[in-house]
């Protein structure tokens, strides 16, 4: 029996965040993995991720404000490069397009509207369709850097990482709670699950969880014809796809929310067929700098509530993080500190928590 003040259940992304928080602020802090580092059986593997502050919603746009502060930090703290101004663009249905024009508006976040041409004077690689609103903050994010960064300061800061370790069990103990491995048993004062599509089995017996959909997403990288510049973007339509410049891949694309249902345990790691044709003529009409091939195709998991919220609550010593829906990993950093702000007994976050509607 090994006794620390918190236990994380998850080493991708947002455990380390929560991790690395906690540990900082002095806490002791063992997370445990049930995979090696850099696995690709989850959501956080991968070289990039799409960063912006461009959404409808005031509320996203100022957790995104305090998520690049996080990664700023974390920036600072390594001397690693983390977060890259490309620009993002959104362009295509102009309902979706222009709620997010309001909400940058109203949030005082700088933008602009172009106009085709100048859309494509400025990107000569990609075509764009309906109104276009350019947001210069936005970009991408070294995925892989970023979690090996996050998991150095934690170790640094005396956390202690243990990796091809699942959590076995998980339960009450006194006012704390108990997580038993294959090989050992902790006590904490509180647990941290950010277990992501393992997260509903792991605590679905335990706590009334919302429903929580997983769906397996296929993603595609392709070759541009030559060097041009690519800012990361979003075509919003009945299906919405996305892109962003992956260094040393090529620009990669993928459709949101459109992958099979599957569980952790029963996901296949094989590539949508339906998708990848779907994005290779979506690249030939669209994206004219790349060769419509794809050059490497990679599979991942999405933990999906109903209305693409997260759930980050606490109950009694346990604390759920489960951001989620295909757009958390660029708020590691904000999700993590209000990880450890639960607990250290703080609120949640009133439309985060458990009993939020959904």
Request: hydrophobic share 45%; net charge negative; charged share 20%.
């Amino acid at each position: 029996m090994q006794t620390v003040d918190a236990v994380v259940v998850g080493g991708g992304i947002m455990g380390s965040a929560s991790a690395s928080c906690l540990a900082r602020r002095g806490w002791s802090v063992v997370v445990l993995e049930q995979f090696e580092p850099e696995h690709t059986r989850g959501s956080s593997h991968g070289r990039s991720r799409i960063c912006r502050l461009a959404y409808p919603d005031p509320f996203w746009i100022e957790l995104a404000r305090a998520a690049w502060d996080g990664w700023r930090e974390l920036e600072a703290d390594t001397g690693i490069e983390l977060l890259v101004r490309t620009g993002a663009i959104d362009h295509g249905d102009p309902g979706g397009v222009q709620a997010i024009e309001t909400a940058l508006a109203a949030a005082a976040v700088p933008f602009e509207m172009l106009d085709r041409a100048e859309a494509e004077r400025r990107w000569p690689g990609m075509r764009f369709d309906g109104p276009i609103c350019h947001q210069p903050d936005g970009g991408r994010l070294a995925a892989g850097a970023a979690l090996r960064a996050l998991n150095d300061r934690f170790e640094q800061l005396g956390g202690v990482m243990r990796w091809n370790t699942p959590a076995r069990a998980l339960e009450r103990a006194g006012e704390g709670a108990r997580v038993v491995t294959d090989d050992e048993t902790y006590e904490a004062a509180v647990v941290i699950v950010a277990a992501g599509a393992w997260l509903e089995p792991l605590l679905g017996p335990q706590l009334a969880l919302p429903r929580l959909v997983v769906t397996q997403e296929s993603a595609f990288h392709f070759a541009p014809r030559e060097s041009l510049p690519w800012p990361s973007f979003i075509h919003h339509g009945a299906v919405a796809r996305y892109g962003l410049e992956t260094p040393g891949e090529g620009v990669k694309v993928a459709e949101h929310h459109t992958g099979p249902e599957m569980t952790a345990a029963t996901r296949d790691f094989v590539v949508d067929d339906g998708a990848r044709d779907r994005v290779v003529r979506f690249v030939e009409t669209w994206l004219p700098g790349l060769a419509p091939q794809p050059v490497s195709e990679v599979t991942c998991l999405y933990t999906n509530t109903a209305n693409e919220d997260f759930v980050l609550d606490r109950v009694g010593p346990i604390i759920v993080v489960s951001p989620c829906s295909g757009h958390g990993f660029k708020f590691a950093p904000v999700i993590g500190r209000m990880a450890a702000d639960l607990a250290d007994g703080a609120a949640p976050v009133s439309r985060f928590a458990l009993t939020a509607p959904r």
